[in-house]
């Protein structure tokens, strides 16, 4: 049964980057089935989109402003995992963040399949 | 990008009873849309794909319905594991967007 597992810092200070993993267990990153995506949920708000990459490296980012090209997102296949950076972090970006498995293909996204437990990131001096 | 709107935010239904949960979508989205189940501590499960389809697994008082712009999840008669907040997504444009949830409580 596949599982995600998201692990980094829990606290972030504002303006550094917020740098998150996603350890896949119970089969492989390697198909061309599948987005491997990051989401996340600022306390009271709703979900929200941050972007996806796939296992050839290419990733795919949310344009909304309050992300604004500050995402990287990245896998490792020997290792079968993906990455979250995410620089010049405020307040703003306080949020449970999840990964999940995005079915998909040639640059179309559908639903996600499996979902991380989420973790709770705080931008905090 | 495309706004996803639930209705409503809280709802209360005891045991038993059936549950409708509403999602709008600010422009069409054909039926290229989700929903999910999340309990408090637990990843969000994957319940309705293509807005009827039901993933594995899932037991048969979850439908979907709708196209377009309006979408209904229904739970016929609601278990006790029922309890817990359900959203919508839609995959026709991008990026991914996903509505603000519905609660649904013990009356």
């Known amino acids: 049964q596949l599982q995600l597992q998201e692990s980094g810092p829990g606290l972030v200070k504002p303006s550094e980057t917020l740098s998150l993993t996603c350890i896949v267990s119970?089969?492989?990153?390697?198909?061309?089935?599948?987005?491997w995506g990051w989401i996340r949920q600022p306390p009271g708000k709703g979900l929200e989109w941050i972007g996806s990459v796939y296992y050839s490296g290419i990733s795919y980012d949310n344009p909304s402003p309050s992300l604004k090209s500050r995402v990287t997102i990245s896998i490792d296949t020997s290792k079968n995992q993906f990455s979250l950076k995410l620089s010049s972090v405020t307040a703003a970006d306080t949020a449970v963040y999840s990964c999940a498995r995005v079915l998909g293909g040639r640059g179309r996204h559908y639903y996600l399949d499996v979902w991380g437990r989420g973790t709770t990131v705080t931008v905090s001096s | 990008e495309i706004v996803m709107t639930q209705s409503p935010t809280t709802l209360s239904v005891s045991p038993g009873e059936r549950a409708t949960l509403s999602c709008r979508a600010s422009?069409?989205?054909?039926?290229?849309l989700a929903w999910y189940q999340q309990k408090p501590g637990q990843a969000p499960r994957l319940l309705i794909y293509d807005a009827s389809t039901r993933a594995t697994d899932v037991p048969a008082r979850f439908s979907g319905s709708g196209s377009g712009t309006e979408f209904t999840l229904t739970i016929s008669s609601l278990q006790s594991e029922d309890f817990a907040v359900y959203f919508c997504q839609q995959y026709s444009n991008w990026p991914l967007t996903f509505g603000g949830g519905t609660k649904v409580e013990i009356k």
């Open positions: 119970g089969g492989s990153i390697n198909s061309g089935r599948y987005y």
């Open positions: 422009q069409s989205v054909s039926s290229n």
